[in-house]
């Protein structure tokens, strides 16, 4: 492999480095000076990083792909951002929040993976549903026709996945899910490679590694995660730390709590096992008893929609993959995500991802379906009326500085959006006569 075959790739998105950034590119280029550097950056940002950005090209994106997470995470998934590096044959994707402890990026290219992340830690959700721990896409080294390959596919790979929105949100699961699926040709990282490659939050594996003078290729998110661990190690190469601001340590340990604390009450960690070997009989008897235990109206639904959603996502997946029996029963996992609708209020990611997937879930072939899509719809409904009243209210109030034209506009335009959302709601058979409708359409309609 020559210095020519990969290309590091640094994202920015503002005009100044924080302290901690600033040590994150001198570390870059001090340890991976002799490889080409691009940053990527908006169109219309001006910077000027003097010495630290000298030797380090730009490639510009529109700017709108940098306006949130989820736009970063669609640009990431732009077969066009990886085409702009075509010339190369891999990208190792280095965000400023990454610290290099040595030059292993040829050692790691030869393995010829075409993907390989810091592992994740076992209580994510969303990771635990596609069955994959590799990897974060922070610090990761991509072989850019292989990706170019998947995302050529990546119709036929998203069709009927229940995981979809979950791509939008974090792209690099979309890179790792491919790398589970059998009928796709991508090869993600073992775990083990992978910890030789990135630590990003399972820093209590490698302490004692650690102790004894065992480094990774590099580490993720430390300016931020378990501060207490990593700053020590990296001011041991010359760097003098910036203030410590926590960390996630305390946000971590939470999580853990929360989620070992709810398995006291109802554990659906065997669960994922059973469904996986098919064992649809410990499956039954499980939900007959759980859901007899615990009514709609128990607090043990609060906080649960996220795991019963993933279960219910894993389940479908695994049937329309045909690594689960076509009869594996998925009624119970969707009565149970029913009370958690009912229980608690859910994260707004979950009521979005929920929205997305309500033309997967319209074709379950169980009751229950119904209840749940009348529920995601009144949420969104909800929402809506909420939001365009306030819309209306400002137009009243501005309607003596507004030209009456110019008002009726706005407020035609405010209704065909309400017509829109209604005619949804008739495409899932919601009655004009239910009490959604009661509650929310005169307003909507009558706008």
Same mark, same amino acid.
Request: charged share 30%.
């Given at each position: 492999?020559?210095?020519?075959?990969?290309?590091?790739?640094?994202?920015?998105?503002?005009?100044?480095?924080?302290?901690?950034?600033?040590?994150?590119?001198?570390?870059?280029?001090?340890?991976?000076?002799?490889?080409?550097?691009?940053?990527?950056?908006?169109?219309?940002?001006?910077?000027?990083?003097?010495?630290?950005?000298?030797?380090?090209?730009?490639?510009?994106?529109?700017? *709108?792909?940098?306006?949130?997470? !989820?736009?970063?995470?669609?640009?990431? /998934?732009?077969?066009?951002?990886?085409?702009?590096?075509?010339?190369?044959?891999?990208?190792?994707?280095?965000?400023?929040?990454?610290?290099? =402890?040595?030059?292993?990026?040829?050692?790691?290219?030869?393995?010829?993976?075409?993907?390989? #992340?810091? %592992?994740?830690?076992?209580?994510?959700?969303?990771?635990?549903?596609?069955?994959?721990?590799?990897?974060?896409?922070? @610090?990761?080294?991509?072989?850019? %026709?292989?990706?170019?390959?998947?995302?050529?596919?990546?119709?036929?790979?998203?069709?009927?996945?229940? @995981?979809?929105? !979950?791509?939008?949100?974090?792209?690099? &699961?979309?890179?790792?899910?491919?790398?589970?699926?059998?009928?796709?040709?991508?090869?993600?990282?073992? $775990?083990? !490679?992978?910890?030789? =490659?990135?630590?990003?939050? +399972?820093?209590? *594996?490698?302490?004692?590694? $650690?102790?004894?003078?065992?480094?990774?290729?590099?580490?993720?998110?430390?300016?931020?995660?378990?501060?207490?661990?990593?700053?020590?190690?990296?001011?041991? *190469?010359?760097?003098? /730390?910036?203030?410590?601001?926590? #960390?996630? %340590?305390?946000?971590?340990?939470?999580?853990? *709590? +929360?989620?070992?604390?709810?398995?006291?009450? &109802?554990?659906?960690? %065997?669960?994922?096992?059973?469904?996986?070997?098919?064992?649809?009989?410990?499956?039954?008897?499980?939900?007959?008893?759980?859901?007899?235990?615990?009514?709609?109206?128990?607090?043990?639904?609060?906080?649960?929609?996220?795991?019963?959603?993933?279960?219910?996502?894993?389940?479908?997946?695994?049937?329309?993959?045909?690594?689960?029996?076509?009869? !594996?029963?998925?009624?119970?996992?969707?009565?149970?995500?029913?009370?958690?609708?009912?229980?608690?209020?859910?994260?707004?990611?979950?009521?979005?991802?929920?929205?997305? /997937?309500?033309?997967?879930?319209?074709?379950?072939?169980?009751?229950?379906?119904?209840?749940?899509?009348?529920?995601?719809?009144?949420?969104?409904?909800?929402?809506?009326?909420?939001?365009?009243?306030?819309?209306?209210?400002?137009?009243?109030?501005?309607?003596?500085?507004?030209?009456?034209?110019?008002?009726?506009?706005?407020?035609?335009?405010?209704?065909?959006? #309400?017509?829109?959302?209604?005619?949804?709601?008739?495409?899932?058979?919601?009655?004009?006569?239910?009490?959604?409708?009661?509650?929310?359409?005169?307003?909507?309609? +009558?706008?």
């Amino acid at each position: 492999m020559t210095d020519k075959s990969v290309v590091i790739v640094i994202p920015i998105y503002k005009d100044k480095l924080s302290p901690t950034e600033v040590i994150a590119l001198k570390q870059l280029n001090k340890i991976l000076g002799k490889y080409p550097r691009v940053f990527v950056a908006p169109q219309s940002l001006v910077f000027d990083f003097g010495s630290l950005g000298e030797g380090i090209g730009v490639e510009r994106f529109e700017d *709108h792909w940098f306006q949130s997470v !989820t736009s970063y995470s669609c640009l990431m /998934m732009q077969k066009d951002f990886y085409a702009r590096f075509s010339a190369y044959e891999y990208m190792l994707l280095y965000q400023l929040d990454v610290f290099v =402890f040595s030059d292993r990026l040829k050692e790691f290219c030869d393995m010829r993976f075409d993907y390989i #992340g810091a %592992p994740i830690g076992r209580f994510a959700p969303f990771w635990h549903a596609i069955g994959a721990r590799v990897g974060n896409g922070g @610090f990761s080294l991509r072989r850019i %026709p292989s990706v170019i390959r998947v995302l050529d596919d990546i119709d036929r790979i998203i069709a009927d996945t229940p @995981f979809v929105h !979950t791509f939008i949100l974090a792209e690099d &699961i979309f890179f790792a899910y491919c790398g589970v699926r059998d009928d796709i040709e991508f090869k993600v990282a073992d $775990i083990d !490679t992978a910890f030789g =490659f990135s630590v990003q939050e +399972n820093t209590r *594996h490698i302490f004692k590694k $650690i102790q004894r003078g065992w480094r990774p290729f590099g580490c993720h998110g430390w300016s931020r995660i378990e501060q207490d661990f990593w700053w020590p190690v990296i001011e041991e *190469h010359g760097y003098t /730390m910036p203030g410590k601001t926590g #960390g996630l %340590p305390v946000y971590t340990h939470a999580l853990c *709590h +929360n989620y070992l604390s709810g398995r006291r009450v &109802i554990d659906l960690q %065997p669960v994922w096992g059973w469904l996986q070997r098919g064992e649809s009989l410990r499956l039954t008897e499980f939900w007959n008893e759980v859901l007899s235990k615990f009514p709609e109206s128990h607090d043990v639904w609060d906080g649960r929609l996220e795991e019963l959603t993933l279960l219910w996502c894993a389940a479908l997946e695994g049937v329309l993959r045909g690594r689960f029996p076509k009869d !594996t029963d998925r009624e119970p996992i969707l009565e149970a995500v029913r009370r958690a609708m009912l229980k608690g209020e859910a994260k707004k990611y979950l009521w979005e991802m929920w929205d997305t /997937m309500l033309p997967i879930l319209g074709r379950e072939p169980y009751p229950v379906k119904d209840a749940i899509i009348k529920l995601v719809l009144e949420k969104k409904l909800e929402k809506f009326v909420m939001l365009e009243q306030e819309k209306i209210d400002k137009l009243l109030r501005e309607k003596g500085q507004m030209p009456e034209r110019q008002y009726n506009i706005e407020r035609q335009v405010r209704m065909q959006a #309400g017509q829109k959302l209604f005619e949804k709601a008739i495409e899932w058979n919601i009655s004009t006569e239910n009490e959604l409708w009661k509650k929310y359409g005169s307003e909507v309609i +009558n706008l």
